[in-house]
């Protein structure tokens, strides 16, 4: 998709007519114009210079977005920046000076008596001179609505503008008759119809009206500038400088410079300036601002580091991997600008309204002017009911409706790392009735643990994990890899074999002292020594648990077992859980077979497991799950690309691969399954937001039109131009302040009940929030969690010593004093236990 910037549009008939324009334009497939950032997205294969041209015909101004400039994240806030406020407080201050003058000389003097100048004392034209010098003085202030109103009509596309100009101008111009009128009238004597013709003046509705649209403007754009507050957020962390390491000399260059493969150097304290990878040092580092993950994450050697974090502690030598538009923060920026660029489908029918909206108030208008007339009303009160109905009227609140809706929910998900990449798809998510897991790296960890040590009767779990260790230092398998992590976890360095052999879909052997060491399946081990049935019951149960039993022996005398697991995320029972509260169904997709994974399966809590499942067969599985509903697909690898395409929202965790995050609609940059019913929370707020701005917008205009038409004069109600102004510029005003309250929406809510049974004595909730007194840092958090996390029916737990909180999801019950005595025994308080 190719962005424009777009310069001239006012209100949605505006964005429409440029929509309208662009789509006539040979190759272009797709056009969506955003009134909220000025923005053009455009598909297709016509030459930017065609559809350039094509805008300014239609009478405005376009440019590719970044030609000519560079397309820096500086660049980008600077194009977001409110250029329009500082420029509407100074027409506003100056529009208020005049016409308090003019009042004065109005309503002040007329109505209420207030003093003139003697030299005024029945002289009613030079009152009038006057009215009409400082009314024309606000007219010339605020000419940008006539020369946009009027340019428009021109071209036979009114916009609101054109509704203000038309307003003011008619009240103007009638008034500027009234007064050679009573020139007339004074020549001749006739002082009573000078006194008529002296409530004839609409001066002061003409300049107030366009006072009153200006503070509606001032209002919405100052509104409209906190709706692109995330993404302005975003570019400020954008690093402006990077030290560059040189002939072993640290420079200090613009991170602009920074080429692939440079080496950069950051210091306690500094920004990471672009993604890269770390080569000397460790350190811990502040993801929030791109994942909204609040506690650091150590860094290594080996391990990538993105622009815009934080560096905390220690001091880190990195290689640049991704520079300039090609980061990880740049990317987000794209994304959420992506969002704001294109519209909804719900944002068709507005568009479609806002389209013929103002050629029909103009009609209206001019109809209800002529039938005030018929029916024998004065000139002055047809003209002011005309103008009541032109400047109450506002297309503005219908176009604006969607747009900062959806500007608003994009950011929200943003700042708390789950990225819409558009705005159909932040549409969508709200409409699933169906969510399809993958198995391996989004319901588990992805990474093989092991989970249990079973020595034999003899055997201690230290002498079981050296022959284990000893075995697999040399294997490749990924389940040997498990067993070494667990070895090095606890400081344990193996032992050097010789001859070493390693039989694929069996096991391993090998020499260590003259001793022969044996390691591998069940199946195995029982063909090498003697298995009793006790551990093969063992075995049994921990392959129906979906785990891996590896067997161990030593000259033909069997150790013991270790088994190992993908172990499931702390995270996916709950998430899961609050889904199907949610009332989606959720069905788990793998290629694992059918015992692993409906063990998988009950540990998630999903409503249904799909196993067996090859990458072709996940996308003909989300083919099927379509007839029940609207599908998501959630998942991470290269062979769940087909099926993120297919479904009608892809999720993809963020730290998976990079064909399935392009190939999904939606970006969870924490990796956490827990994001995806926040996604989904965060569309249908944002769809309910979007349908309140309309109920409104079109509420509005259905009883604001023929309030000022005059269609309710017979029950007493009638109403002034100068009100109807006011009117709508609150309007717009209302809609955009609406959707700021998106802002407070709760993305995470209240967990899922437990389904199991509790027993005497305790209590049973998937969840609980201990108040916890007296932790100070993280090294306090990681104390608790660790305590809480050693009970057996504790799953995990998220720790703040900041907000004072440990929440805890469970397994199974738990004794309230239990949990209590975990953490009073690391000397914290426990004042409460909140279910």
């Known amino acids: 998709m190719e962005q424009y910037n777009v310069t001239g549009m006012s209100c949605a008939a505006c964005s429409a007519r440029v929509e309208k324009a662009v789509c006539k334009v040979p190759g272009v497939t797709a056009c969506s114009v955003s009134l909220l950032t000025n923005s053009m997205g455009v598909e297709g294969t016509a030459a930017p210079e065609t559809i350039v041209a094509a805008v300014q015909a239609a009478g405005y101004g376009a440019s590719v977005k970044g030609a000519g400039q560079s397309a820096?994240?500086?660049?980008?806030?600077?194009?977001?920046?409110?250029?329009?406020?500082?420029?509407?407080?100074?027409?506003?201050?100056?529009?208020?000076?005049?016409?308090?003058?003019?009042?004065?000389?109005?309503?002040?003097?007329?109505?209420?008596?207030?003093?003139?100048?003697?030299?005024?004392?029945?002289?009613?034209?030079?009152?009038?001179?006057?009215q009409l010098l400082l009314a024309g003085i606000i007219l010339v202030i605020n000419q940008r609505f006539f020369i946009s109103g009027y340019q428009s009509l021109w071209r036979r596309a009114p916009n609101m503008d054109t509704l203000v100009a038309l307003g003011s101008t008619a009240a103007f111009v009638w008034s500027v008759a009234a007064l050679f009128l009573m020139t007339d009238a004074q020549l001749h004597g006739n002082m009573d119809r000078v006194m008529e013709l002296m409530d004839e003046f609409y001066f002061e509705s003409a300049a107030m009206i366009l006072t009153l649209?200006?503070?509606?403007?001032?209002?919405?754009?100052?509104?409209?500038?906190?709706?692109?507050?995330?993404?302005?957020?975003?570019?400020?962390?954008?690093?402006?400088?990077?030290?560059?390491?040189?002939?072993?000399?640290?420079?200090?260059?613009?991170?602009?410079?920074?080429?692939?493969?440079?080496?950069?150097?950051?210091?306690?304290?500094?920004?990471?300036?672009?993604?890269?990878?770390?080569?000397?040092?460790?350190?811990?580092?502040?993801?929030?601002?791109?994942?909204?993950e609040s506690i650091p994450a150590d860094k290594a050697p080996g391990d990538q580091v993105s622009a815009a974090t934080i560096n905390q502690s220690g001091y880190l030598r990195c290689r640049a991997l991704r520079v300039g538009e090609d980061t990880t923060l740049s990317q987000i920026i794209q994304m959420v600008g992506n969002a704001a660029a294109t519209k909804a489908p719900i944002a068709k029918l507005a568009d479609k309204v806002a389209g013929v909206f103002v050629?029909?108030?103009?009609?209206?208008?001019?109809?209800?002017?002529?039938?005030?007339?018929?029916?024998?009303?004065?000139?002055?009160?047809?003209?002011?009911?005309?103008?009541?109905?032109?400047?109450?009227?506002?297309?503005?609140?219908?176009?604006?409706?969607?747009?900062?809706?959806?500007?608003?929910?994009?950011?929200?998900?943003?700042?708390?790392?789950?990225?819409?990449?558009?705005?159909?798809?932040?549409?969508?998510?709200?409409?699933?009735?169906?969510?399809?897991?993958?198995?391996?790296?989004?319901?588990?960890?992805?990474?093989?643990?092991?989970t249990d040590l079973l020595p034999a009767p003899g055997v201690t779990e230290e002498a079981l994990m050296d022959v284990a260790l000893a075995l697999e230092a040399r294997s490749e398998h990924p389940l040997a890899r498990a067993i070494l992590e667990k070895g090095r976890a606890e400081g344990r360095t193996p032992a050097e074999t010789e001859d070493f052999t390693a039989l694929p879909g069996n096991g391993l052997t090998a020499k260590l002292g003259g001793q022969t060491l044996v390691g591998g399946s069940l199946r195995f081990l029982s063909e090498q020594t003697t298995v009793s049935d006790q551990t093969r019951q063992q075995a049994d149960t921990l392959a129906q648990a979906g785990k891996t039993p590896l067997l161990f022996a030593r000259d033909g005398a069997l150790l013991g077992m270790i088994a190992v697991a993908d172990t499931i995320k702390p995270d996916s029972p709950r998430a899961v859980a609050q889904l199907r509260e949610m009332g989606i169904q959720v069905v788990m997709l793998t290629g694992d077979n059918e015992r692993t994974a409906q063990a998988i399966g009950a540990q998630a809590g999903v409503d249904e497991v799909i196993a067996g499942v090859l990458p072709g067969g996940k996308e003909e599985t989300i083919r099927k799950l379509q007839q029940r509903g609207p599908v998501a697909m959630v998942g991470d690898g290269v062979n769940d690309a087909p099926a993120l395409t297919r479904a009608d929202v892809g999720i993809a965790i963020g730290a998976g691969a990079d064909v399935a995050i392009d190939a999904a609609d939606v970006v969870l940059m924490k990796s956490t399954l827990a994001d995806v019913p926040a996604a989904i929370r965060l569309s249908r707020s944002t769809l309910r937001n979007i349908r309140e701005n309309l109920f409104w917008a079109f509420l509005y205009n259905v009883i604001g039109i023929p309030l000022a038409a005059g269609v309710f004069v017979p029950l007493g109600l009638t109403l002034n131009p100068m009100f109807g102004a006011a009117a709508m510029s609150l309007s717009s005003f209302c809609v955009v302040s609406n959707a700021l309250r998106l802002n407070f929406c709760r993305l995470y809510g209240r967990e899922a009940p437990a389904q199991q049974p509790a027993r005497d004595g305790e209590k049973d909730d998937r969840t609980c929030t201990l108040r916890i007194k007296g932790m100070m840092c993280e090294h306090c958090e990681n104390r608790v969690r660790t305590a809480l996390e050693a009970l057996p029916q504790i799953t995990s737990a998220q720790v703040s010593h900041k907000a004072g909180t440990a929440v805890i999801t469970l397994n199974a019950p738990v004794d309230d004093q239990a949990v209590k005595r975990a953490v009073e025994d690391q000397g914290y308080q426990v004042k409460n236990v909140k279910r």
């Open 359 to 450: 050629p029909t108030v103009i009609t209206i208008a001019v109809i209800t002017t002529a039938v005030w007339l018929f029916l024998g009303q004065s000139f002055s009160f047809a003209l002011a009911r005309g103008i009541s109905v032109l400047v109450i009227s506002c297309p503005c609140a219908l176009g604006l409706a969607t747009p900062v809706a959806i500007m608003v929910g994009s950011g929200l998900g943003a700042r708390n790392g789950i990225l819409f990449k558009t705005a159909v798809s932040l549409e969508q998510a709200g409409k699933i009735k169906v969510v399809a897991l993958d198995k391996t790296g989004t319901i588990t960890s992805g990474q093989p643990q092991v």
């Open 213 to 292: 649209i200006t503070v509606g403007k001032l209002l919405e754009a100052r509104s409209k500038g906190k709706t692109t507050d995330a993404l302005k957020g975003l570019m400020r962390l954008a690093p402006k400088t990077a030290v560059l390491l040189r002939a072993g000399q640290e420079v200090t260059v613009p991170v602009e410079q920074v080429k692939a493969g440079d080496l950069f150097v950051v210091k306690p304290g500094e920004s990471i300036p672009v993604d890269g990878v770390v080569e000397e040092g460790a350190s811990a580092v502040n993801e929030s601002a791109l994942t909204g």
């Open 72 to 130: 820096s994240p500086a660049a980008r806030e600077e194009a977001l920046a409110d250029h329009e406020t500082p420029r509407l407080k100074r027409r506003l201050a100056s529009s208020v000076v005049f016409l308090l003058a003019l009042m004065y000389f109005s309503m002040g003097h007329m109505m209420w008596g207030w003093p003139l100048p003697r030299w005024f004392d029945g002289n009613h034209v030079a009152m009038g001179l006057v």
